[in-house]
Nanobody, 120 residues
Framework: QVQLVESGGGLVQAGASLRLSCADS????????MGWFRQAPGKERDFVAA????????YYADSVRFRFTISRDKARGTVYLQMGSLKPEDTAIYYC?????????????WGQGTQVAVSS
């Protein structure tokens, strides 16, 4: 069964850090790009970050560049999103994604999401 499981969300104050994890339980996605998207209340789901299958290339939304870092551990089948200098506008449900579209506007596989809330 294809499964992506996120963890690591929570409630933090502005300026804090969090690390999200996404476990590919079946090691299904080791050969495809993976990434993170987020959806704030009342808004569309937006791209946050992506990483190539090799882990050698990363992409970021302008709003998180230099604050967030995406990485993957292929041996563990896990993708991480290290988030720093968090802002209230980072509050959203964060979704792990696999097999992203080339333009990074969506993906073919999704996790269930993990909530991140940043208080001012």
């Amino acid at each position: 069964q294809v499964q992506l499981v996120e963890s690591g969300g929570g409630l933090v104050q502005a300026g804090a850090s969090l690390r999200l994890s996404c476990a590919d339980s079946g090691r299904t996605f080791s050969s495809v790009a993976m990434g993170w998207f987020r959806q704030a209340p009342g808004k569309e789901r937006d791209f946050v970050a992506a990483i190539s299958s090799s882990g050698g290339t990363t992409y970021y939304a302008d709003s998180v560049r230099f604050r967030f870092t995406i990485s993957r551990d292929k041996a563990r089948g896990t993708v991480y999103l290290q988030m720093g200098s968090l802002k209230p506008e980072d509050t959203a449900i964060y979704y792990c994604a696999a097999d992203l579209r080339p333009d990074r506007t969506g993906a073919h596989y999704w996790g269930q999401g993990t909530q991140v809330a940043v208080s001012s």
